[in-house]
């Protein structure tokens, strides 16, 4: 088994501000390595949801920054500098290859951590993110080489989606679509209800009839799977809508196939952890909505 993660998991959650240096101690003397996955909040609990089911014999650390989310509304020097941090915890508890499963930290913090700061603190580790993945799929996925994306304002905002697409299908047009009100809606658990559909289909409107050829949506956010059914009741049926954690989940089994030598490296117990920078007790009644089961997490400061 994974002793400290199946541990952390199984015992009586009472004690919930066991020292987290003390864990990192035992995990480091174990040399265990598992899989870091880190969100500004719960959506990535969709992403890891798909990671466990497709790469089920990994060990995986779930960092949620839920003290300091949202990050879609944050200058792109914060969302880096709040990445990066969460980023370097993750490495402190063993993680050599971290995904972050956040499209805002994705589009705003992922390029400079790839390029400027893992060089100086472990040229041996990586970062991985949503976007390229997702990229690549929608572009496979059009036939009339007309696509929208759906996000939160600072994906948006970032062009990141727009980027990625042309540089991989330069004939592609792409056209974006910011929801502010989606991400409250459903942490809010309104994504169910009445007061949602208003919502959905405003901003579904707004996108389609950008061009009437458009034939693909990404759902460039974590969170919006949770109003899927909205989302496909206001879409016509000829247009794909297309989910990030399937499609992040075969990419990074590709990218572990491909990359044997950090394969080789991640552990393998089918373990689970979970840490939240906000209450534990918040945080694991709301990530069971995102997970699909029971969550216990326990509390980290940064």
């Not at 987290?20 to 995990?27: D, F, K, L, T």
């Not at 603190?121 to 949503?130: A, E, K, S």
């Not at 996000?151 to 592609?172: H, M, R």
């Not at 989302?231 to 992040?248: A, D, F, L, R």
Request: charged share 20%; aromatic share 8%; glycine share 6%.
């Amino acid at each position: 088994m994974f002793p400290i993660l199946h541990r952390i998991q199984t015992e009586n959650f009472n004690n919930r501000l066991e020292p987290v240096a003390r864990i990192i101690s035992m995990q480091s003397d174990n040399k265990l390595s598992p899989i870091g996955v880190f969100d500004s909040g719960f959506g990535g609990l969709t992403i890891l949801k798909s990671l466990t089911e497709e790469l089920s014999e990994y060990d995986y650390i779930y960092l949620g920054d839920n003290a300091r989310t949202p990050y879609g509304t944050r200058s792109f020097e914060t969302v880096y500098q709040y990445t990066l941090e969460c980023v370097k915890k993750l490495f402190s508890m063993g993680c050599q290859l971290v995904i972050l499963a956040c499209n805002t930290a994705s589009a705003k913090a992922l390029r400079s951590i790839q390029q400027k700061d893992l060089a100086m603190i472990d040229p041996d580790r990586r970062v991985l993110g949503v976007i390229r993945p997702s990229a690549e799929e929608i572009g496979k996925l059009t036939k009339t080489g007309v696509v929208g994306v759906l996000g939160t304002n600072g994906t948006v905002q970032s062009e990141s989606y727009v980027l990625e697409i042309k540089k991989l299908f330069p004939d592609v047009n792409v056209y974006q679509e910011a929801c502010p009100m989606w991400v409250p809606l459903v942490e809010n658990n309104e994504y169910s209800g009445d007061g949602a559909n208003y919502f959905v289909k405003k901003h579904l409107d707004n996108l389609i009839q950008r061009d009437s050829r458009l034939d693909t949506i990404i759902l460039g956010c974590t969170h919006y799977p949770l109003l899927m059914d909205k989302i496909m009741k206001y879409t016509p049926p000829h247009i794909n809508i297309i989910s990030q954690g399937e499609i992040v989940a075969k990419s990074l089994k590709d990218y572990l196939h491909r990359h044997p030598e950090m394969e080789q490296r991640c552990s393998k117990n089918g373990s689970r952890v979970y840490f939240t920078t906000e209450s534990a007790e918040h945080f694991d009644q709301q990530a069971s909505v995102f997970s699909g089961e029971p969550v216990k997490s326990i509390h980290l400061a940064l």
